[in-house]
């Protein structure tokens, strides 16, 4: 099925067929219907789906349609698709700058938008999101035939880094965080809180990443052997995360379960919103879920070596790994 929209001067067409979405921009309205007519043809009868666009026109092809076309074609092939999405159209929707023809998007106009952003948002997200648009921008000059000659992005100086954080959890933070949930810690959980709860204790004894922890399967942990396999992580590593008798005894609280089974059946947009909530009505909005990962990393320090807790953790990046490991030198839970 295909869907035409105008944006500004130019029709942007998308076609929903057989599990495939492809999307393209045009002049006129005709040339949009006709080449989703060829395209849902190819479709039906298994011939090529993607005939050859015309160049784009770069005054005509705008911030708006080049973010939303990265974000039709580009971001679905990515394990932070829904993040990315979201953060494009957000982008598209609500700022003038990406309105403008991509040819007139420079870093002037860029460094006004970096500015007005920094009063909405920290530092690191608005670097986040310049990262982001430079990908979108580096797509367009690389493949769409874009008439772009170089990236605004490099034009322009990103935002200084914030300290990183040292914050750690308690136990009396968590305790808290827990009850709030409406989990004892002792009873297995039943509701999507008791199971946030649980997840977030998880997370302090393993030192693994919010999304790792509810990507794994029953199938991931080696109870024999005492740890969890992560096949597919945020670094594209795969890694084994050794399991303390603490997380043993959270699992067999868990399970069993089938090995297909997710341990912690909890969605990550749930996760964040259930989480969020439970911090605001106990007055601890500092405690942020990844700071389990540096409660966990920085009590296992004293039992590995620097290169060892980075296998466990995941960190290629030493430096990175150091702001975790220092905590045990200058702050206490």
Same mark, same amino acid.
């Given at each position: 099925?295909?869907?035409?929209?105008?944006?500004?001067?130019?029709?942007?067409?998308?076609?929903?067929?057989?599990?495939?979405?492809?999307?393209?921009?045009?002049?006129?309205?005709?040339?949009?219907?006709?080449?989703?007519?060829?395209?849902?043809?190819?479709?039906?009868?298994?011939?090529?789906?993607?005939?050859?666009?015309?160049?784009?026109?770069?005054?005509?092809?705008?911030?708006?349609?080049?973010?939303?076309?990265?974000?039709?074609?580009?971001?679905?092939?990515?394990?932070?698709?829904?993040?990315?999405?979201?953060?494009?159209?957000?982008?598209?929707?609500?700022?003038?700058?990406?309105?403008? =023809?991509? *040819?007139? /998007?420079?870093? #002037?106009?860029?460094? +006004?938008? %970096?500015?007005? !952003?920094?009063? @909405?948002?920290?530092?690191?997200?608005?670097?986040?999101?310049?990262?982001?648009?430079?990908?979108?921008?580096?797509?367009?000059?690389?493949?769409?035939?874009?008439?772009?000659?170089?990236? =605004?992005? *490099?034009? /322009?100086?990103? #935002?200084?880094?914030? +300290?990183? %954080?040292?914050? !750690?959890?308690? @136990?009396?933070?968590?305790?808290?965080?827990?009850?709030?949930?409406?989990?004892?810690?002792?009873?297995?959980?039943?509701?999507?809180?008791?199971?946030?709860?649980?997840?977030?204790?998880?997370?302090?004894?393993?030192?693994?990443?919010?999304?790792?922890?509810?990507?794994?399967?029953?199938?991931?942990?080696?109870?024999?052997?005492?740890?969890?396999?992560?096949?597919?992580?945020?670094?594209?590593?795969?890694?084994?995360?050794?399991?303390?008798?603490?997380?043993?005894?959270?699992?067999?609280?868990?399970?069993?379960?089938?090995?297909?089974?997710?341990?912690?059946?909890?969605?990550?947009?749930?996760?964040?919103?259930?989480?969020?909530?439970?911090?605001?009505?106990?007055?601890?909005?500092?405690?942020?879920?990844?700071?389990?990962?540096?409660?966990?990393?920085?009590?296992?320090?004293?039992?590995?070596?620097?290169?060892?807790?980075?296998?466990?953790?995941?960190?290629?990046?030493?430096?990175?790994?150091?702001?975790?490991?220092?905590?045990?030198?200058?702050?206490?839970?």
């Amino acid at each position: 099925m295909a869907t035409i929209q105008k944006r500004g001067k130019v029709y942007r067409v998308q076609v929903r067929r057989a599990g495939k979405k492809l999307s393209a921009t045009f002049d006129s309205k005709r040339e949009a219907l006709d080449w989703a007519t060829t395209i849902e043809a190819g479709i039906l009868t298994g011939r090529s789906v993607q005939p050859g666009r015309p160049p784009i026109d770069s005054q005509k092809f705008s911030g708006v349609e080049m973010l939303l076309r990265y974000s039709d074609e580009v971001s679905p092939l990515k394990r932070g698709a829904r993040w990315e999405q979201l953060r494009l159209k957000m982008l598209a929707r609500k700022y003038d700058v990406f309105q403008l =023809p991509a *040819a007139q /998007i420079n870093g #002037p106009s860029l460094a +006004r938008w %970096r500015d007005m !952003r920094l009063t @909405e948002v920290s530092s690191s997200t608005v670097n986040r999101e310049l990262c982001l648009i430079s990908a979108v921008f580096s797509k367009a000059m690389r493949e769409w035939e874009v008439g772009i000659s170089a990236n =605004p992005v *490099a034009a /322009i100086e990103k #935002p200084r880094k914030p +300290r990183a %954080r040292t914050q !750690r959890v308690s @136990e009396k933070d968590r305790i808290t965080l827990e009850t709030q949930l409406g989990w004892n810690g002792a009873s297995k959980p039943v509701t999507l809180e008791q199971h946030a709860a649980a997840a977030f204790r998880f997370a302090t004894l393993t030192a693994m990443r919010r999304g790792e922890i509810l990507s794994l399967d029953w199938g991931d942990v080696y109870f024999d052997k005492q740890y969890a396999h992560l096949d597919l992580t945020k670094n594209g590593s795969e890694r084994d995360v050794p399991l303390s008798k603490q997380a043993i005894e959270l699992l067999h609280l868990l399970g069993p379960g089938k090995c297909e089974e997710r341990i912690f059946p909890i969605q990550p947009g749930t996760m964040d919103s259930i989480f969020r909530t439970a911090r605001k009505a106990t007055n601890l909005e500092h405690v942020h879920f990844h700071d389990s990962r540096r409660e966990a990393t920085t009590n296992m320090a004293p039992r590995f070596n620097i290169l060892e807790l980075s296998a466990i953790t995941g960190h290629k990046d030493l430096q990175m790994l150091k702001v975790y490991y220092n905590c045990l030198l200058y702050t206490s839970p």
